[in-house]
């Protein structure tokens, strides 16, 4: 592109003659000038220019030279010229503006900044007013992807838009890019997208995809487009392709599908549907589903992994629906949260557990974005609930509606006739929160619910229950007692008696009472130890910056100053009387309440330390730094932290201490293990968790939870866990299953671009590995990979992920 009219010719040739002649005597006066010569500068392009929009400042110019011709009507600059207008910055080797036009060409090393996008070229043209114009071999960087868009000629039209032919798209660095999509020709829209005809990714120089037509996106914010696949082989589901496609419906609402594609499965079709609308609402909805080609109608065609639930799973079409939501409904006082957890067939959840749709990925998006948990893999009851509740100062109100999926009562295994899955449809809590009543010394609480049970077969009705709790807290010295009595009130009114004797009477009403009784006692005796400075140990709160010994600021790792030692006595004493309910209608567990005796007591020590250590403070109105910023200044800071928990608890039934029901098979045993539990956190990157339960009868250790987690300044990561429970068949607990499984995992950045890892978790009672996972990833600056292998006894997987930076189709 040429200038639109060509640089008109002097009207006075005298005019010229002149300005030849000043410039011949500033030359002279220069090489006479033993100092460099200063650069010329000035606002000679603002009388030229108009300001429009928002560009309210003139353009300056900058340069080694500058000369003007024909009268002013051509301007000439050389060696590092710089026009800026605003924090738009045009940089050249040579330039050359016309007045008529308002024309600028640059020859060499051309760098143009524009807001957050920068442009470089061999040379180039710019109407400065309409900022248009064209780049021989340029290049255009998009700071947001991070893309970089090169091409033989690259022309700029009005507004953000630009096209350009013979290009090579890429976020890469690097000269050599390690990828790159080259193309004819192609078209960008800033903070929109670029298209481009007949596209090639190229890997290292070799072509690897083609297409006729592509588009890019090309925006800060969120892009529309295809996202970068999971592909991999598994001994299950053969190999398989999963490819997400991003949809960025608005500002507050996202889509993605996925087209999960199975070699012995099939396609397993995915939706994900994301949206916050405002701050008080976000939901995350998702669906799969997929026609399968394996149907397994006895359990000899399954997987031996399901050989013992003594169900098949003849279905073809199979499917998760599963959803959060927290909302309000019209008054933001009244919160609702639902939750969606419904599944084809029993086995779904436990077949496919990995990758970005599987069950274990979404668990933890649930727990991460809304802190509640759904039913595990192999669990064959599933909730899914509608609760709706609001709090005041007093008290507050609850409703709730569930259904509960019973996977064993579908796909022709069980009769659906004999399903006694209990729903509650609805159910209603009413909570009076604890306070004191009449303001005296009594407290007061109370806690009243309904709700309706249907059930397909068995006894459907309705109960009422109502427990009111008063306490009266008494405090004689350090020592607290808390006694408190409660009543709770249960009613039944049953429209259907099934699969369970009815009342001798037939009545359809029935009720129960049960008192109960709790007494806690507890204190706490504490001594603060000042730990002395030890001898060498650098002062705090100098007032210079610590220093190394080679004179530069490092961060304190401060030191302990204070430790404070806690001893916590505490016992509990639990009362609720043996009422016979065999013959009331039962539901859930709230119609079985077990009778209580039982006095349990604990002493707990804790161990808080206080650490000082010397941070730097901004001071606006501190010296300047070599920075130009201010210096900060050192100041005292503390910090707290509990360190170490130690404590005993043990239990001793009076209930069993005099029991003569089966003692010819069951000895009693009123005391329980005695609990040990150890939690040492020192600093937050290390903390063991520790429990460990003796039993008083067999003088062994019966039980043992172990957890020991370490981080190591972001470059290491390391966690061990080991569960043992010893077999027993006690009047309390019977046939306790013996375990032993052992679990330890770790992460490791190895280098700048490589980090790698593992999980393993085995079975040492059977002697036999649960699982074993390893992956491997390679970080480069514009595109990374994952390589995941993972072994079961019951499947083997391998997977890998590529992500190419900023791109997305």
Known sequence: MTPKHPPRRPKHPAALRLAGLALLAALVALLACPAPPARAEGDILADHLEAKGQENTPWQIKADNLAAQHDTEVLQADGNVVLTQGENTLKADHATYYRATGWVRLVGNVDIDWSTDRLRAEEAEFDLKNKVGWLKNGEIFVSEPHLYFRGERIEKHAGDRYTFRNARVTACDEPGEAWSIAMEEGEITLEGYAWMWHPRLLVRDQPAFYAPVGILPVKSKRQSGLLMPEWGTSSRNGFMYNQPIYWAISDEADATFYENWMSERGLMQGLEFRHTPNTGTKGLWRIDYLHDAIRESTQA?????????????PNADRYWIRSKLDTHLLDPHWKAKLDIDWVSDQNFLREFKAGKTGFTQNRLEFLEEFSRDIANADALERESALLVSRSWDAGGVAVKTAWTQNLAYQNGNRS????????????????????????????????????????????????????????????????????????????????????????????????????????????????????APSSGAPALNTGQPLLDDKGRPVEDPGRWTKIRHAVQPRVDYDWTPHVSQSNKPFFDELDRLAAQNEITYSLTNLFDRKRERQVLRVDPDAPLGEDGKPLGVPVLKADYREFLRLRLEQSFDLREATRTEQRDQYPRRPFSDLMGELIVSPEEWLSLVNRSYWSPYSADITRHEHFLRGLWKNVARAEFGLDFQDSADTYKDRNRARIRQIRFGVDLIASRRWSTGFTYRADLTTNSDLEQTYYVTYTHQCWDVTVYYTHTPFEDRFEARVQLMGLSF
């Open 301 to 313: 065609q399954e997987d031996s992994q399901f050989h013992n639930d003594g169900l098949t799973r």
């Open 416 to 531: 659906k006739d004999r399903n006694p899955t209990a729903q509650t449809l609805p159910e209603l809590h009413a909570y009076l929160w604890k306070d004191r009543l009449f303001s005296g010394p009594l407290e007061f609480e109370a806690e009243a619910g309904g709700t309706h049970f249907w059930r397909r077969y068995g006894t459907q009705g309705t109960r009422l229950d109502l427990l009111p709790k008063a306490s009266l807290p008494v405090q004689a010295g350090p020592l607290s007692v808390i006694p408190t009595l409660g009543l709770r009130t249960t009613a039944y009114f049953v429209s259907r008696y099934e699969d369970h004797p009815a009342p001798s009477h037939d009545d359809s009403a029935t009720t129960r009472s049960l008192p109960t009784m709790n007494v806690s006692a507890f204190t706490e005796y504490y001594k603060v130890f000042d730990l």
